[in-house]
């Protein structure tokens, strides 16, 4: 069956920008996840949701991020404003049910680069 | 502050030989989790313990947790080329958050 998909595989902006990014998880997963892996920061947890909610989003590094959820389904993170040190890969992952009870499916990951 | 931290950082193996990796954690944490990464690839995982004294295996793969000690270990055994990865644990001591540790990676050699 289908994994997870993220979208795009790469984005190159300028800096002061506002991406979106995109993540469709497995079909009838509940649960999604947003992390990111930077060379300097290694890998981050930023948010997670069950079904459409966000119960906690203290994990995103600045206001400038936020994420929504829409239908129990695709997540998009945005990120407004863009810094250079927002340059990262982005994962998203899925899980069928629980928090973080379940084996994680990660998509291949959106390279975000700032200029 | 909550800390994670892995050694060896890097481990170069010869094929057939037994290793571990230990991730050591600061503060209470009742789970535990194992990924691995290839190299420009997103993330796999692994193991999920949820307890105590819990032990899993997959393959040549075998991880334990020991919540007391705050230390899981991932043992490899009669290693083998297809396990050159990036292993990473994580732990999730304050209900959904979790923080990795720096990964270590492995290359097993012919």
């Known amino acids: 069956g289908a994994g997870v998909s993220q979208s795009p595989s790469n984005k190159v902006t300028e800096k002061g920008k506002d991406v979106e990014l995109r993540c469709d998880p497995i079909?009838?997963?509940?649960?999604l996840y947003w992390y990111r892996q930077s060379l300097g920061q290694g890998l981050e947890f930023l948010i997670y949701?069950?079904?459409?909610?966000?119960?906690?989003k203290s994990g995103l590094p600045s206001d400038r991020f936020s994420a929504e959820r829409t239908g129990g389904s695709v997540s998009t993170l945005t990120i407004q404003r863009t810094q250079q040190e927002d340059s990262a890969v982005y994962l998203c992952?899925?899980?069928?049910?629980?928090?973080?009870?379940?084996?994680?499916?990660f998509g291949p990951g959106t390279r975000l680069t700032v200029l | 502050e909550l800390k994670v931290e892995q050694n060896p950082l890097f481990l170069s193996m010869q094929e057939g030989k037994n290793y571990t990796i230990y991730c050591n954690y600061s503060?209470?944490?009742?789970?535990l989790y194992w990924y691995r990464q290839d190299p420009g690839k997103s993330l796999e995982s692994l193991f999920v313990?949820?307890?105590?004294?819990a032990v899993k295996q997959e393959g040549r793969l075998m991880a334990s947790l020991d919540t007391k000690a705050r230390l899981s270990t991932l043992h490899i055994t009669a290693a083998v080329h297809d396990l050159s990865a990036t292993y990473f644990c994580?732990?999730?001591?304050?209900?959904?958050?979790?923080?990795f540790g720096a990964g270590t990676r492995l290359t097993v050699k012919p």
């Open positions: 992952a899925s899980s069928p049910t629980g928090l973080f009870t379940d084996t994680q499916y």
């Open positions: 079909s009838g997963h509940t649960a």
């Open positions: 949701f069950q079904g459409n909610s966000a119960p906690d």
């Open positions: 503060t209470t944490s009742d789970r």
């Open positions: 313990l949820l307890s105590n004294g």
């Open positions: 994580a732990v999730d001591p304050f209900n959904n958050d979790m923080r």
